[in-house]
């Protein structure tokens, strides 16, 4: 019981750090890649929580598909963020 | 002013977030579990499927899937619409 | 114009695409036993078409697989799951008439926890593989579309 409090605290801390990093970063593919690190730590406290459906869910949409459509778009667009 | 806006902003919405979290039941009791006995006790023999979720969302509640599979109809359609408008440009 | 990304990332496609494309259709099929079903299933297998074509760009389609045929079978699948919703009007919208009738996908479930059958779950499986096949299909054709306008957009 103790354990699974320490994994989850320390999964939705990292959940907060991957949000924070993509909005820090001036990089833009660096940000994307935050990004999907945190929707797979979402999958992740998901699949804790006994919801395994929305997991396969997350970790499909969020990780892998709305990265590729933000790559996609990031080909036509600038690369660095302006200060 | 912009800076302080947004202070203010936050601070609701923390505060409410907070509040809600302070709240909130422990996990695995819901507030009516009415619904979710009945499936869980009668998906096997009504549905013949194991996986209750399945269950669930292709036959007790097929009406939200397919309102899903609108949605995404409708997003497939309106991003290739707006894509072939670009190619016929291009022509 | 070459529209490929770098030797990492398409060394890493060569590997995992196959892995992924498979896992997609478990999930599908097995969506009445296991967690997953249609929706999660197809979303897997776009992911590794979104794999494919960021990674080698739309290079590697050589005009087989267009948007017009994905768009088709994304059709083919709405139709497929509102044809076996309506399938059941005589009881009721979306009612499972295979469901322990002893057709194919007709077998019962014993009851309590089980490692399930296979050959159960009536109309369940086909609407499983409608919604995958649609999600996939109009996921992947979203992709073509974007990325074959993009191209044409920077060939001006």
């Known amino acids: 019981m103790i354990a699974e409090t320490i994994i989850q605290v320390v999964t939705l801390l990292l959940i907060v750090l991957g949000g924070a990093l993509a909005v820090w970063f001036k990089d833009l593919l660096s940000s994307i890649i935050a990004l999907a690190g945190a929707s797979l730590l979402v999958a992740l406290e998901f699949y804790i929580l006994q919801a395994p459906d929305v997991a396969i869910a997350e970790a499909g949409i969020g990780a892998a598909l709305t990265m590729a459509i933000y790559v996609v778009a990031l080909r036509r667009t600038r690369r660095k963020e302006k200060e | 002013m912009k800076r302080a806006v947004l202070a203010a902003v936050f601070l609701f919405v923390a505060a409410f977030l907070l509040l809600a979290a302070a709240q909130m039941r422990p996990f695995g009791s819901p507030a009516s579990a009415l619904m979710d006995d009945y499936f869980l006790a009668n998906a096997q023999a009504e549905v013949a499927a194991n996986n209750v979720v399945t269950a669930v969302v292709f036959d007790y509640r097929g009406f939200d899937t397919l309102g899903e599979a609108t949605v995404l109809f409708a997003a497939v359609v309106g991003v290739l619409a707006v894509f072939r408008k670009l190619r016929e440009d291009e022509r | ?156």
Do not use: C, D
């Open chain 3, 1 to 156: 114009m070459n529209n490929q990304m770098s030797v990492i990332v398409r060394t890493i496609t060569r590997i995992t695409y196959g892995l992924t494309i498979v896992f997609g259709f478990y999930v599908i099929m097995h969506g009445h036993l296991t967690p997953g079903g249609g929706f999660q299933g197809g979303a897997v297998v776009a992911s590794a078409f979104a794999l494919l074509l960021v990674a080698f760009g739309t290079a590697g389609l050589k005009g087989k697989l267009n948007h017009h045929l994905l768009q088709t079978l994304e059709e083919v699948g709405a139709l497929a799951f509102l044809g076996l919703a309506f399938a059941g009007i005589g009881t009721a919208f979306f009612a499972n008439l295979l469901a322990n009738s002893g057709a194919v996908f007709g077998g019962a479930v014993p009851a309590g926890p089980n490692a399930g059958v296979l050959n159960s779950g009536g109309t369940l499986p086909f609407m499983n593989w409608a919604v995958g096949l649609k999600v996939m299909t109009g996921i992947a054709s979203i992709l073509i579309a974007m990325l074959i306008g993009l191209r044409k957009e920077a060939a001006e």
